[in-house]
């Protein structure tokens, strides 16, 4: 039975309380209720699944920034060394980045009309557009790696590098630098590049406490919360051939006096008042880590029970010998003469057959064989059920993380890929949100004051409108067909039904609906200059429109 509760007062006497009548008072007011009184179980302190467990009530940076190092440290080391997490990461890297992101440039043109007017309509955002992503590729895929600091990596490189960061470490990581000292005479046609940092070296100067206005490195604004600066070492924190730089911090602001972003810093908030990031594999490290112990020790006792397959039964057993016939020298010569037996018999009579030696017995002696229970015959199930904690905290399926299809019917696969899509695309629009894009808006600001894109007279320049002009999308890897018959058919009829676009079927394909029209052009020209009759998708007439004007067009139409 539960005893009341005592209050006392600043002097440890008990506290006089006003009665109360038996009506009036709530059960368990002055008392810890009962496991059948709490009206969720979730709340009962009594049962012996919720008696122990007691977590506290924690900021979101207390309860990361503390344990980041050990977290990150662990998931790397489990990352490096076993092949389901390095597989989960390269399946997701694969599927989000590729090898590059394109990038869809759509500046929202409605949206400056209505602030400016002037002549910004669709036709405009189409030059603009077409403008801009071909600038862009010539800045991303610079062969002289211009947009790096360090001139090692192009910007798809450095996308796919810094979402592995987000993965494996909990946040991506990268600082903007202007240096006009590489444009024209340098090599370089932009004075904008970045330099990807890794998370580790972002951290309170000399390694203190979080305080009210400085929380893992990131010094924030006490009345607005709002991010003023990044702390980052000047070199990795363990590398002792750098240690004065390695305990050296550098203040970098979030952004310039001019706008300038300086610093671009991606992470997944799980809870308001974050600031710094968590692993994908953080909840289920203890599990991934349990699960390779155990393939390793199924591994090697199969390799010992293999090693130790067979062993050779004697009649005989010395011991047993001689305290059968006791200690007297006739017994123990006995003994040692058989011994001497079974010694000539394996070295002086070897037998061979095709050139493998056949093991030869002393008379009485037999071979035995062991029995290997390893794996035992529920380990591939077992397996397969806890590669499920993979697939529920990365949002893969199992068929991707092991790639492992023999289980599968299409049905299934295309009900697993459909949902793990979904989970692909939110990170893919999440990573391009936070970082991809502002690595775009920080060139365009500059290709923009270069006078490099196509601008209606009275326009505003970029800052005055930068949102409204870097909007844009970025198309990655192709979804693809689990069945290319079926699943293209059915994007015809969603098109034909006005439930989709050309635009939207090519982006899930990775592929930008513009080229794939102006390529179709270009190869129904060219089966009619080679007087071949067209495709099946090419009209009969009006073949060679795409380079004709309407007047040319029309004419030839009956």
């Known amino acids: 039975m539960s005893q009341p509760i005592r209050i006392l007062d600043a002097n440890g006497k008990p506290l006089s309380m006003p009665q109360r009548t038996r009506a009036d008072a709530a059960p368990g007011f002055f008392s810890m209720p009962s496991g059948s009184q709490f009206a969720y179980e979730a709340s009962n302190l009594a049962s012996q699944e919720m008696g122990n467990w007691q977590p506290w009530i924690r900021s979101p940076d207390s309860e990361i920034n503390p344990f980041r190092d050990r977290m990150v440290a662990r998931t790397r080391d489990q990352v490096r060394n076993d092949g389901w997490s390095t597989g989960g990461v390269t399946r997701i890297l694969d599927n989000v980045v590729g090898t590059h992101l394109r990038l869809s440039a759509s500046p929202d043109y409605r949206a400056l009309k209505a602030r400016f007017g002037g002549a910004f309509d669709a036709m405009w955002a189409m030059e603009f ?18 947009n790096d600091v360090e001139r090692a990596l192009t910007m798809g490189q450095q996308f796919r590098l810094a979402m592995r960061h987000k993965l494996i470490d909990g946040e991506g990581l990268a600082l903007a630098y202007w240096m006009p000292e590489r444009v024209g005479y340098g090599g370089a046609d932009y004075a ?69 972003t300086r610093v671009i810093h991606d992470f997944d908030r799980d809870r308001a008042g974050q600031h710094r990031g968590l692993s994908a594999f953080t909840p289920i490290l203890s599990h991934a880590k349990m699960l390779a112990r155990y393939y390793g020790l199924e591994l090697q006792q199969a390799s010992l029970a293999a090693a130790l397959g067979t062993y050779v039964t004697s009649p005989y057993d010395p011991a047993l010998v001689q305290e059968a016939l006791g200690a007297d020298d006739g017994a123990i010569q006995e003994l040692n003469a058989y011994q001497q037996i079974r010694a000539e018999w394996a070295q002086e009579r070897p037998a ?37 904690l993979y697939s529920a905290a990365t949002g893969l399926s199992r068929e991707q993380i092991t790639q492992d299809w023999s289980r599968t019917n299409y049905s299934s696969a295309r009900a697993a890929l459909m949902e793990s899509w979904k989970t692909l695309m939110r990170r893919r629009v999440e990573f391009t949100t936070n970082f991809a894009t502002p690595v775009y808006a920080l060139w365009l600001r500059e290709a923009m004051e270069n006078g490099e894109l196509p601008l209606p007279a009275g326009a505003p320049g970029f800052v005055e409108a930068a949102t409204a002009y870097a909007r844009c999308r970025w198309l990655g890897p192709a979804r693809g067909w689990i069945d290319p018959v079926k699943e293209p058919a059915g994007s015809v009829l969603r098109m034909e039904a006005g439930l989709a676009t050309l635009e939207s079927e090519g982006a899930e394909q990775g592929v930008d609906w513009e080229e794939v029209a102006d390529q179709r052009a270009i190869e129904q020209k060219a089966y009619e200059e080679r007087g071949l009759p067209p495709p099946k998708w090419a009209a009969i007439q009006g073949t060679g429109d795409f380079f004709k004007d309407d007047s040319e067009s029309k004419a030839q139409q009956p």
């Open 129 to 146: 557009q077409r403008a801009a992503e071909a600038l862009w590729r010539g800045y991303s895929e610079s062969l002289g790696r211009w």
């Open 352 to 388: 061979y057959f095709n050139g493998i030696k056949v093991p030869t017995l002393a008379p009485g002696e037999t071979i035995s064989s062991v029995a290997s229970p390893h794996p035992h015959s529920g380990f591939a199930d077992f397996a397969h059920e806890m590669l499920g």
């Open 192 to 260: 904008t590049c970045f330099r990807l940092v890794d998370p580790d070296r972002l951290g309170n100067p000399m390694q203190g406490p979080d305080t009210k206005n400085m929380r893992g490195g990131i010094e924030i604004d006490e009345e607005t919360g709002e991010r003023v600066a990044a702390h980052i070492r000047r070199a990795q924190q363990n590398d002792w051939y750098l240690s004065v730089e390695a305990n050296t911090w550098e203040r970098v602001p979030f952004e310039d006096e001019d706008g300038f």
